[in-house]
Nanobody, 122 residues
Framework: QVQLVESGGGLVQAGGSLRLSCAASGRTFSSYAMGWFRQAPGKEREFVSAISWSGGRTYYADSVKGRFTISRDNAKNTVYLQMNSLKPEDTAVYYC???????????????WGQGTQVTVSS
């Protein structure tokens, strides 16, 4: 497994931007597909975005398509989530996760970070 640590969350006004980072430990990071999920208070965890091990394929939830961009730097063992045009409904704890296959299902991801809070004010 790989250990994951998210950073970059915070408070931002609607329309603003944030970039989340997820640093992974271990020398096998480049063999994992990576994903971002989020969980708002009182709601189930939901898929946000995922990226293949090479970065060549990406998936997005419809709710963030066109506003969020996932990327990775395998040399730095880091995956990013650039979030633009943020909305109050994007407020949640954001988690990064690692999987052996590219997927949007949380059950396919075996390693999870501790999460970082994103709060978007109206």
């Amino acid at each position: 497994q790989v250990q994951l640590v998210e950073s970059g969350g915070g408070l931002v006004q609607a329309g603003g931007s944030l970039r989340l980072s997820c640093a992974a430990s271990g020398r096998t990071f480049s063999s994992y597909a990576m994903g971002w999920f989020r969980q708002a208070p009182g709601k189930e965890r939901e898929f946000v975005s995922a990226i293949s091990w090479s970065g060549g394929r990406t998936y997005y939830a419809d709710s963030v398509k066109g506003r969020f961009t996932i990327s990775r730097d395998n040399a730095k063992n880091t995956v990013y989530l650039q979030m633009n045009s943020l909305k109050p409904e994007d407020t949640a704890v954001y988690y990064c996760a690692a999987s052996t296959s590219l997927s949007s299902r949380s059950t396919d991801f075996g390693s999870w970070g501790q999460g970082t809070q994103v709060t978007v004010s109206s």
